[in-house]
């Protein structure tokens, strides 16, 4: 009643007769008094302009009525009651075919946007320049880059014909659509060809560039729009943040923080959000935690970024903490606060709160959601629930390759490699391809599985699909060749390489250790840096490691002390252990003991194990009794170092001594994981564990082993008691 009284007011304030079709109505005062506040009063205004009569076919303020009635509704979201006015309009200015246009694009219907705008221009209307942002929107939306190629060249055209006049806000458009439909090359083009650039064509280019992952560009950008005297606004200090944590470039994003503060962006959220983000990515959540402290206001992307922050710097229980504090502050769970939440209840083993958390996702019918499915295959497959896992993945009716990811991941945490490699092949069947993530988890699992052919396969999909050889790739090929055995396969995928890093150089330096080629190692280790690449604690341990297999005792120490004094790395237990088995496989077990003794740290049990393992290796009887009882102290638990004692027992024949650590691992209910391998015939991996007879070719498999045992002993070999014992 209230808005009909003012609809009535303001007509017969503004026309001179109130009951007929005004000929001096003013519109463009109309449409300023009259303004629906909701659904309902646009549709009684709609049914009271129709009874005065504004809908005339006569009427010369039809076509304006509709054409506001057309953008009321749109306003509201309500495209049918707009399609209604608009089919209803004898001529349809371009105002109303703007307005739907705008409707269709909000409502997220771009192919219908689209086919519109193709109408619009099929009935002879010009678009102009509120037109073609909207239409560059649904091609960018579409990642439609042709279509949008062809939208440009019709701007072009009607500028040169003079139909439109050049406009900043559809240069801006251009530029969004063109990185969203990542093509960079284009829109930095069109950027650097603009007469003048403001603020607005900055941020789309600079935001552009950083979605696109190019990251130091955005960051050139950003310094050249700096150099122009422009001050970046909110969302350009935002998408720098973004790529500063990218990049790691801690110091730049502190710099960043600085300017938001000086510019009072310190208050606003998206920022505030962003710059969590950003520490927590270059490894500082403490520095993040203090920005979330001092935010005035902080929503659900707040607490979740600086959840996800913690799981990813390994701070699993800060992690969960900061949840149940959420929780405690009103704000609910969503799929994105689930997703964050759940890699840190898995890795603390709190299934039960992991359950927990399942059925709130079943309850808010979370579940259709991959990325929740996929956290929560990884949450039970952390707390070696497999069932669970394989459970929902099954369940999941729209697997995505990262689902898939997950479920192999998740075999391949409980050590069931079969599994694992059976859901990679089931992959193809799905209609999916495997990513370089499934790769690169895959190819370890082929390596302990020794299924060769699989990973010739997967090097063969690599190279003919065009995923490239990137790094991590690279890296998993080289250390499965390696471990399988064919070092020269390493070494050729390493010399395919374009790029290489710390971990490719390590991998190759381990390698050859294990084949027994230390000099190779170091050759590799001299080549890496002749590139210019820093070696790391993880080098240091796979030189000394091969220097230990090789037998290159001065090398070693070498090595050992360029370690200390070249690049200033702290040895750690680690590196302790390579060089008492060093010292140790040369047969100097004093020095071996004395090099011990000499460390600025008490050493652990894989130290003392390493010297253990010297002893057995040279029948050091005395000496290995002395390091078993402070092993033993140290790690009580571990039956690899009683079994060690209990052989080197068994070497000197000393029976009675070898039944008392037998009898120990038996009181202390020690259970040696039975030693197992594969071999692949084919298509068919087979396994065998130690003591097993339950292969059903087992008594040729013995027959075979006895003429081997045969043929050694014929050659000269001398067998140890233990190991004789083992071949039968």
Same mark, same amino acid.
């Given at each position: ?474 890296? +998993? !090929?080289?250390?499965?060749? #390696?471990?399988? =055995?064919? $070092?020269?396969? *390493?070494?050729?995928?390493? /010399?395919? &390489? ?43 341990? +796979? !030189?000394?490691?091969?220097? #230990?297999?090789? =037998?290159? $005792?001065?090398? *070693?120490?070498?090595?050992? /002390?360029? &370690? ?165």
């Amino acid at each position: 009643m209230l808005f009909r009284t003012k609809v009535n007011a303001t007509i017969v304030t503004l026309t001179r007769q109130q009951h007929s079709v005004p000929i001096h109505f003013n519109a463009s005062l109309f449409h300023r008094h009259v303004s629906p506040r909701n659904l309902d009063e646009a549709r009684r205004l709609h049914a009271l302009l129709l009874v005065l009569g504004f809908f005339q076919p006569a009427s010369p303020h039809t076509p304006s009525f509709a054409s506001h009635l057309v953008n009321v509704y749109v306003d509201f979201g309500c495209l049918h009651h707009a399609f209604l006015v608009f089919r209803a309009l004898p001529h349809k200015p371009t105002f109303a075919w703007n307005a739907i246009l705008r409707g269709l694009v909000s409502a997220s219907h771009f192919t219908k946007a689209i086919h519109f705008y193709h109408s619009m221009i099929q009935h002879g209307l010009t678009p102009d320049n509120y037109t073609y942002p909207l239409v560059l929107k649904a091609c960018s939306s579409m990642h439609a880059l042709d279509l949008g190629r062809w939208v440009h060249a019709t701007i072009l055209e009607n500028e040169l014909h003079r139909k439109i006049k050049p406009n900043v806000y559809v240069q801006c458009a251009l530029i969004d659509m063109f990185v969203k439909c990542g093509s960079l090359e284009d829109a930095r083009g069109l950027f650097e060809e603009m007469p003048y650039r403001d603020l607005a064509s900055w941020t789309a280019m600079i935001c552009g560039t950083m979605w696109n992952g190019e990251w130091l560009e955005a960051l050139s950008l950003f310094r050249e729009m700096k150099s122009e005297g422009l001050k970046p606004d909110s969302v350009v200090v935002a998408s720098i943040l973004t790529v500063c944590g990218r990049l790691e470039a801690v110091e730049l994003g502190m710099a960043l923080q600085g300017c938001a503060l000086r510019s009072g962006f310190d208050n606003d959220l998206y920022v505030s959000n962003t710059m969590i983000d950003m520490y927590c990515k270059c490894g500082d959540p403490l520095e993040a935690h203090r920005v979330f402290s001092h935010m005035l206001y902080r929503d659900v992307v707040s607490w979740s970024t600086l959840i996800a922050g913690y799981t990813q710097n390994c701070l699993y229980q800060e992690s969960y903490e900061l949840y149940v504090e959420m929780l405690n502050a009103g704000l609910t769970t969503n799929a994105v606060v689930a997703t964050c939440v759940l890699p840190a209840l898995g890795k603390l083993k709190l299934l039960k709160q992991g359950k927990e958390m399942h059925s709130l996702v079943l309850k808010k019918e979370m579940v259709s959601d991959v990325v929740v499915g996929s956290a929560l295959i990884d949450m039970y497959a952390n707390c070696a629930s497999i069932k669970e896992a394989d459970s929902i993945f099954e369940c999941m009716s729209d697997k995505d390759i990262m689902a898939w990811n997950s479920m192999i991941v998740g075999y391949d945490l409980v050590g069931d490699f079969e599994s694992a490699l059976f859901t990679f092949r089931r992959i193809w069947g799905a209609e999916h391809r495997p990513n370089f993530v499934t790769l690169v988890t895959v190819l370890p699992i082929c390596t302990q599985l020794g299924a060769l052919r699989q990973g010739k396969e997967i090097h063969g999909y690599v190279t003919k699909s065009g995923l490239g050889l990137n790094v991590p790739v690279g890296n +998993s !090929l080289m250390d499965m060749y #390696s471990k399988c =055995g064919f $070092l020269e396969l *390493g070494v050729k995928v390493f /010399n395919q &390489m374009m790029a290489r890093n710390v971990i490719t150089y390590n991998t190759m330096i381990s390698a050859c250790g294990a084949h027994g080629l230390g000099e190779k190692g170091l050759a590799f280790y001299e080549q890496m840096k002749e590139a210019g690449i820093r070696p790391n604690k993880v080098t240091f341990i +796979s !030189l000394l490691s091969a220097c #230990s297999h090789a =037998g290159l $005792l001065d090398r *070693g120490w070498l090595l050992y /002390n360029s &370690m200390i004094s070249d690049y200033g790395i702290e040895p750690d237990t680690e590196h302790y252990s390579c060089m008492v088995n060093l010292i140790g496989r040369t047969g100097d077990l004093d020095g071996a003991y004395k090099f011990i003794t000499k460390m600025p740290m008490t050493p652990d049990a894989n130290v003392l194990g390493s010297l253990l393992g010297a002893c057995r290796l040279h029948n050091k009887v005395e000496l290995a009794e002395l390091l078993a009882e402070r092993v033993f102290d140290l790690n009580a638990d571990d039956p690899g170092h009683y079994v060690l004692l209990s052989n080197l027992y068994a070497s000197g024949k000393r029976w009675e001594d070898m039944s008392k650590v037998r009898s120990m691992i038996k009181d202390k209910r020690l259970e040696k994981k039975p030693g197992s391998s594969w071999i692949q015939v084919g298509h068919c991996i087979y396994v065998f564990h130690a003591t097993s007879t339950i292969h059903p070719a087992f008594a040729m498999i013995e027959e075979t082993l006895d003429s081997l045992l045969f043929l050694m002993k014929s050659e000269g070999y001398m067998l140890t008691i233990v190991n004789e014992q083992l071949l039968r």
